[in-house]
Nanobody
Framework: QVQLVESGGGLVQAGGSARLSCAAS?????MGWYRQAPGKQRELVAT???????NYADSVKGRFSISRDNAKNTVYLQMNSLKPEDTAVYYC??????????WGQGAQVTVSS
């Protein structure tokens, strides 16, 4: 059964840090994180390929870092210098080798000012 299990997040003060993890039940060519704030569309945060190539949204460059452990089919998102505008539900995404996208259940990150 295909599964993406997210963990981490929660309530963080502005300027603080948080870490998200997402474990997949399958191997994936690309893994990433997206987020959706109330009343807004889901947006890309960061992605990472099997070989480790990364891509970040301009709004998180220099503050967030994505990494993955291919042996564990797990992707991580280290979030530093968090701002209130980073408050959102963060969704893990994984694309398998046939091009099918799968999504995690979402993890709430709330940054208080």
């Amino acid at each position: 059964q295909v599964q993406l299990v997210e963990s981490g997040g929660g309530l963080v003060q502005a300027g603080g840090s948080a870490r998200l993890s997402c474990a997949a039940s399958f191997s994936s060519v690309t893994m990433g994180w997206y987020r959706q704030a109330p009343g807004k569309q889901r947006e890309l945060v960061a992605t990472i390929t099997w070989l480790g190539s990364t891509n970040y949204a301009d709004s998180v460059k220099g503050r967030f870092s994505i990494s993955r452990d291919n042996a564990k089919n797990t992707v991580y998102l280290q979030m530093n210098s968090l701002k209130p505008e980073d408050t959102a539900v963060y969704y893990c995404n994984a694309r398998d080798w046939t091009g099918v996208d799968y999504w995690g259940q979402g993890a709430q990150v709330t940054v208080s000012s």
